[in-house]
């Protein structure tokens, strides 16, 4: 790694301190979930290191608790992950056209909606290492803070492990209530999937299915009639 690259790439891993530090507080919660699921720490620290989706591993180890089917998991892991290809797909405009097919597939699998945030703002074209630095800090840090929390989730009484588990409902209510007060469409969708989530638990046929089929059809019913109702303007600027 000559001078510039290991600059670059140090750079990446001081801007990803800051994301890194809040990535630990969530996964220690994600890791009472784990915890709750039956998963253990080597388990749960791998399967954060290669995941990184707060997200996609929290119906993840929620319809692993339920001992839902492999064929579920993995639709609810493709349906809340969706989002990582339109993000790697915008990322590669940014990238010198001498960078190769090796980086940038190595990019995408760095890409997360917070260290995608601090790629796309690299000014001028995107030095891969940048993301690189800020990729593994970021993803050190969260591996740690799930594997953290699921061993305090062995170890802690039963009534602070509950008590933690509410922690990371917070960070989702966190993550929809910006967007939702800044566009109509979104605290819509928003206040639909609340709605029809309870009213598919009651009904006679749906409440039959299991908890991650319904989330699964309902993101995609949702999602897609929100996209024909009120497309996003191109045009509009970001």
């Known amino acids: 790694m000559n001078t510039d690259t290991r ?5 990446g891993v001081r801007d990803g301190i800051p994301i890194a530090l809040g990535y630990y507080a969530v996964a220690f919660s994600l890791g009472i979930i784990a915890s709750n699921a039956g998963i253990g720490a080597i388990l749960g620290f791998a399967s954060s290191f290669l995941t990184r ?14 001992s839902t089917t492999y064929v579920e998991v993995v639709g609810m892991s493709l349906v809340a992950n969706l ?11 940014k990238f010198s056209e001498r960078t ?3 980086k940038r597939i190595l990019v995408s699998l760095c890409i997360t909606d917070e260290v995608f945030g601090i790629s796309i703002a690299y000014p ?19 591996a740690s803070g799930t594997a953290s929390g699921i061993i305090a989730g062995d170890v802690l009484p039963s009534n602070i492990v ?6 990371l409902y917070g ?12 566009d109509r469409a979104v605290a819509c969708a928003v206040v639909a999937s609340f709605v029809l989530s309870g009213v598919c638990s009651i009904l006679p046929l749906l409440s039959e299915m299991s908890g991650g089929t319904r989330t ?12 024909l109702l009120k497309p996003v303007d191109d045009n509009a600027e970001i």
């Open 83 to 93: 989002r990582y290809l339109l993000m790697s797909t915008a990322l590669s405009q």
């Open 53 to 66: 989706a707060s997200a996609g591993e929290y119906g993840v180890y929620t319809l692993v608790a339920a």
């Open 100 to 102: 190769s097919l090796c």
């Open 7 to 11: 600059s670059i790439f140090l750079h």
């Open 216 to 227: 699964i059809l309902l993101t995609v019913i949702i999602s897609s009639a929100a996209a």
């Open 162 to 167: 509950s008590a933690l588990s509410v922690a």
């Open 171 to 182: 960070m989702f209510i966190a993550i929809i209530i910006p967007p939702s007060k800044r």
């Open 124 to 142: 001028g074209s995107l030095a891969p290492t940048y993301t690189f630095g800020a990729s593994i800090i970021s993803t050190v840090f969260w």
